[in-house]
């Protein structure tokens, strides 16, 4: 059952991004441009070590924002190709490098949290975003929306997301490994855990392709 949705979550999702990408480009053409964005996703990850003016701050944000996409990809790659590829649990070597790099990754989540936040906060000038929509659903004419906003607005709203999934995608696999619940709790919480990570990983997957799309508008 988990597989079979899981199949069909990541499916829409990347096919929904390909939608959007198709009905609202990033540039003034409508066409959907993909060597772009690839030429845009390395250009972010080089900004990390060719940018020279960075405080000590911003050298910290990125380098645990590098380690962890590295630990989201391992863990990720460990956690769905044995149920998805495989179909079995993960076990073995996949279970170890899994182990090993879950407690990295929720230290890095933790420390971007902090220093996110305040980056992230919904202030008053988002809002508008929201009448925009009322109006388009309101009105037959209603000017282009403006796809910088909104994608701006949809990376706070993700990273709020995302922090907000953290809590009961590391609480339910740590509860799990102390004997103080039966086996029908700790299979409850191993459930939670697979939902949990599965709606963490698509989050993360728009996300990241929404900080795409709004760097290219700059």
């Known amino acids: 059952m988990f597989r079979t949705i899981s199949i069909a979550a990541f499916v829409a999702t990347f096919i929904g991004i390909a939608l959007h990408s198709l009905a609202f480009p990033c540039g003034g053409e409508r066409r959907w441009c993909p060597l772009g964005i690839l030429r845009k996703l390395v250009h972010l990850f080089t900004l990390f070590f060719l940018e020279q003016k960075l405080s000590l701050v911003g050298i910290v944000k990125k380098l645990v924002y590098l380690l962890a996409i590295l630990c989201f990809v391992v863990l990720a790659i460990t956690g769905f190709y044995p149920l998805l590829v495989l179909d079995e649990h993960i076990s073995g070597y996949l279970m170890m490098i899994h182990a090993t790099f879950a407690p990295v990754f929720a230290i890095c989540l933790a420390v971007l949290a902090v220093m996110w936040a305040r980056n992230n906060r919904l202030a008053e000038s988002d809002w508008p975003f929201f009448e925009r929509i009322v109006r388009r659903l309101t009105q037959s004419r209603t000017p282009r929306p403006d796809t910088a906003r909104s994608g701006l607005l949809g990376q706070k709203i993700g990273f709020w997301l995302l922090v907000f999934l953290a809590l009961p995608l590391i609480l339910s696999i740590i ?26 990983a698509l989050v993360a997957i728009i996300h990241t392709y929404l900080v795409i799309r709004t760097q290219m508008l700059h």
Not at 175 to 200: C, N, V
Request: proline share 4%; no cysteine.
């Open 175 to 200: 509860l799990s490994m102390f004997p103080i619940f039966g086996t029908d709790w700790q299979e409850l919480l191993l459930a939670a855990h697979r939902y949990t990570a599965l709606i963490f």
